[in-house]
């Protein structure tokens, strides 16, 4: 069946530019999350959706970061003015309402030039 | 918080031989999940495998497995009969039992190499 996926792939952006990052969560699955994996490093927590629940947004970095999940389903992720230490790859990951794992989409490597 | 310790940042094996990834952890919890991940160039995350920590034996998944040592905070991951496919960055997860929210919190990652 089909897995989570993510678009683009790949995002290079002028530094002060807006972008937006989509994810399509497995059908079915009702939580979502939204990752921030920096070179050299592990992944960040930034957000989850569970259900018709409000989101988690502790993980947050800044106030120019947001996300919203239209109809339980498809999420963007959105970065407003972008800078330099904004250049990462981010990763969504989805399950089911009751399972442990995690299932990842292949992520958008985002450039800030 | 909940922190996550990987502390071999590169290793290497020959391909056949096995090899064992270190990782720590910090919680105050008793109930958790422990996960390796593997995120092959490709950037997609596959578990690898899992580890309740109220469960004292040790997880083992084909040719990988853990050992557990709850008291010592230690999950490490044993690769044996290594494959080149397996070359990877391996990441130690956590996650904490009870509650909604579930979100891993993840090490920095090994990156493992496999030579032929």
């Known amino acids: 069946g089909a897995g989570v996926s993510q678009s683009p792939s790949n995002k290079v952006t002028e530094k002060g530019k807006d972008v937006e990052l989509r994810c399509d969560p497995i059908?079915?699955?009702?939580?979502l999350y939204w990752y921030r994996q920096s070179l050299g490093q592990g992944l960040e927590f930034l957000i989850y959706?569970?259900?018709?629940?409000?989101?988690?947004k502790s993980g947050l970095p800044s106030d120019r970061f947001s996300a919203e999940r239209t109809g339980g389903s498809v999420s963007t992720l959105t970065i407003q003015r972008t800078q330099q230490e904004d250049s990462a790859v981010y990763l969504c990951?989805?399950?089911?309402?009751?399972?442990?794992?995690?299932?990842f989409g292949p992520g958008t490597r985002l450039t800030v030039t | 918080a909940q922190t996550v310790t990987q502390s071999q940042p590169e290793m290497s094996v020959q391909e056949a031989e096995t090899v064992t990834l270190s990782c720590t952890y910090d919680?105050?919890?008793?109930?958790?999940?422990l996960f390796w991940y593997k995120q092959p160039p490709s950037r997609q995350m596959i578990l690898v495998i899992r580890?309740?920590?109220?469960?004292?034996q040790n997880a083992t998944e084909n040719r990988f497995s853990v050992n557990f040592q709850k008291a010592a905070k230690s999950f490490s991951l044993k690769i044996s009969d290594s494959q080149l496919g397996e070359a990877a960055m391996y990441f130690c997860?956590?996650?904490?039992?009870?509650?909604?929210?579930?979100?891993?919190?993840f090490g920095k990652g090994t990156k493992l190499s496999v030579k032929p």
């Open positions: 990951a989805s399950r089911t309402g009751v399972s442990y794992e995690q299932y």
């Open positions: 059908s079915g699955h009702t939580a």
């Open positions: 959706f569970q259900g018709n629940s409000a989101p988690d």
């Open positions: 919680t105050s919890e008793s109930d958790y999940y």
């Open positions: 580890q309740e920590a109220y469960k004292q």
């Open positions: 997860a956590y996650r904490n039992l009870g509650g909604s929210q579930g979100n891993l919190i």
